[in-house]
């Protein structure tokens, strides 16, 4: 039996048939919900991943994953019917890590699930080889690459997966300028297009407001315009 569960959420019932279907056929156990009201009833830090649907009745997926995001770090896949990127940006902006339009096939959920679970756990189990422990930042901003995590002044900065391993990309490489590609390539692991774009903005302005950093005096993650962001 896995030791993965995936809780998911949608409220058409055919499809969250498909969804048990698929993914227990991938080994994985599985929760199902029919809104949001009823996920953050079943979330826990037993989950490993959350699939929300966008649009849902009683709680959408958008307040759905703003709420699952004020306790948990759980990487979050979204479904939607739309293609609109303004769909996309609203769930990178609450905290989601990646996304799916419906109708999908069994190998795009499959891909898309897989990697993203591949990503967290080496987000989470990945040890530092070079025998720092910490990097230092701007502002008494530091990243503890054992625990991995962020702090600021002392306090801890809660940072989701996708959020912590841009910030740990280009601290690793200060003064080295990384595009929009690279950072995506590096990130989620997948050919970029340049629809991706809003993907990396969204997660980048994410960051920057968690840090305090802003985009027009930025004292860490600076824009190189043109060319993209860069850490000093």
Same mark, same amino acid.
């Given at each position: 039996?896995?030791?993965?569960?995936?809780?998911?959420?949608?409220?058409?019932?055919?499809?969250?048939?498909?969804?048990?279907?698929?993914?227990?056929?991938?080994? !994985? @156990?599985?929760?199902?919900?029919? @809104?949001?009201?009823?996920?953050?009833?079943?979330?826990?830090?037993? $989950?490993d991943?959350?699939?929300?649907?966008?649009?849902?009745?009683?709680?959408?997926?958008?307040?759905?994953?703003r709420?699952?995001?004020?306790? !948990?770090a759980?990487?979050?896949?979204?479904? *939607?019917?739309?293609?609109?990127?303004?769909?996309? =940006?609203?769930?990178?902006?609450?905290?989601?890590?990646? !996304?799916?339009?419906k109708?999908?096939? #069994? +190998?795009?959920?499959?891909?898309?699930? @897989?990697?993203?679970?591949?990503?967290?756990?080496?987000?989470?189990?990945?040890?530092?080889? @070079?025998?720092?422990?910490?990097?230092?930042?701007?502002?008494?901003?530091?990243?503890?690459?054992?625990?991995h *995590?962020? +702090?600021?002044?002392?306090?801890?900065?809660?940072?989701?997966?996708?959020?912590?391993? $841009?910030?740990?990309?280009?601290?690793?490489?200060?003064?080295?300028?990384?595009?929009?590609?690279?950072? !995506?390539?590096?990130?989620w692991?997948?050919?970029?297009?340049y *629809?991706?774009?809003?993907?990396?903005m969204?997660? =980048?302005?994410?960051?920057?407001?968690?840090?305090?950093?802003?985009?027009?005096?930025?004292?860490? =993650?600076q824009?190189?315009?043109?060319?993209? #962001?860069?850490?000093?």
């Amino acid at each position: 039996m896995s030791s993965t569960t995936i809780l998911f959420a949608d409220d058409d019932e055919a499809i969250r048939d498909v969804l048990n279907l698929l993914l227990r056929s991938e080994g !994985y @156990n599985t929760i199902a919900a029919s @809104n949001g009201e009823e996920v953050l009833e079943q979330m826990s830090d037993e $989950i490993d991943l959350l699939i929300l649907d966008v649009m849902m009745p009683k709680m959408d997926g958008i307040e759905t994953c703003r709420q699952v995001r004020k306790k !948990y770090a759980t990487p979050i896949l979204f479904l *939607t019917a739309k293609s609109m990127e303004e769909d996309k =940006i609203k769930g990178f902006s609450v905290g989601a890590d990646d !996304y799916l339009v419906k109708p999908f096939s #069994y +190998t795009e959920l499959t891909m898309r699930v @897989n990697a993203m679970l591949r990503r967290y756990r080496e987000y989470g189990e990945k040890k530092n080889t @070079n025998g720092k422990a910490v990097i230092e930042l701007f502002g008494d901003t530091e990243i503890d690459l054992d625990a991995h *995590t962020v +702090t600021k002044s002392g306090k801890r900065i809660k940072l989701t997966e996708i959020e912590y391993r $841009i910030l740990l990309l280009l601290a690793s490489h200060k003064k080295e300028v990384f595009s929009v590609q690279q950072i !995506y390539e590096n990130i989620w692991k997948e050919q970029y297009f340049y *629809t991706s774009n809003n993907t990396v903005m969204v997660h =980048i302005r994410n960051l920057r407001k968690k840090l305090g950093d802003t985009p027009k005096d930025s004292k860490l =993650i600076q824009t190189v315009w043109g060319k993209g #962001y860069k850490v000093e």
